[in-house]
Every structure is written in structure tokens, then in C-alpha cells.
Nanobody
Framework: QVQLVESGGGLVQPGGSLRVSCAAS????????MGWFRQAPGKEREEISCISSSGGDTYYADSVKGRFTISRDNAKNMLYLQMNSLKPEDTAVYYCATEGTAYCAGDYDYWGQGTQVTVSS
């Protein structure tokens, strides 16, 4: 049974940093690309980053490029998103998801339950 559990969300001031994590179980993590999505109130879910199964290829949405870094530790079955220079518009529920392939193709099969990130002074 595939299970994805996000953690690490919280309240942070503008300009601050936060790292969210995703613990994966029930499938061989190193076979699949993984991604991060976010959804703000009243907005559609947005794919913000993806990393290939080996970690060698990454993708970032323009809205987070240069501020966020995706990484993975296949030995620990973990996915991470380091978020720096946070802005109020980054406030959203953040979700991790698994691709159906080893590469970032936009074909996601499973999502976690999400973790809330709030950027506010």
C-alpha cells in the first residue's frame, strides 16, 4: 500500500526558510520520480517541483525557481523541499506525489495528505 506522509509545515515570517519532508512507504522509491505540489485557498493545485528517480534531473516552476530546492534520499525513502526567501504568496498546503515513471512527466499516481505552510508576519 502506497503511503506518502508530509511533515515540516508551519508558520514562518516573510524572508524566512522552511523544509518540508515526505516519508514514502509501500513502493520502491528509487524507481520513481517525485514531485511537490501546492494549493492555496481559492486556487488550483500547482506543480512546483519534480525530481527524477536518481535525483539527477529536477524541474521548478517559475514561481519558486531560485528559492526552493528539491532533493531526495532514496536510502531513507524521503523526499524534501527546502524553501528559502519565503513570501506571503507561498502560503498553501504542500503535497508530495509520485510519478508513474522514473522521469518527470507530469503523470502522478499518488498524493500525500498535505502540510500547511503559512508565510506571515
Amino acid at each position: 500500500q502506497v503511503q506518502l506522509v508530509e511533515s515540516g509545515g508551519g508558520l514562518v515570517q516573510p524572508g524566512g526558510s522552511l523544509r518540508v519532508s515526505c516519508a514514502a512507504s509501500g513502493f520502491p522509491l528509487d524507481y520513481y520520480a517525485m514531485g511537490w505540489f501546492r494549493q492555496a485557498p481559492g486556487k488550483e493545485r500547482e506543480e512546483i517541483s519534480c525530481i527524477s528517480s536518481s535525483g539527477g534531473d529536477t524541474y521548478y516552476a517559475d514561481s519558486v525557481k531560485g528559492r526552493f530546492t528539491i532533493s531526495r534520499d532514496n536510502a531513507k525513502n524521503m523526499l524534501y523541499l527546502q524553501m528559502n526567501s519565503l513570501k506571503p504568496e507561498d502560503t498553501a498546503v504542500y503535497y508530495c506525489a509520485t510519478e508513474g515513471t522514473a522521469y518527470c512527466a507530469g503523470d502522478y499516481d499518488y498524493w500525500g495528505q498535505g502540510t500547511q505552510v503559512t508565510v506571515s508576519s
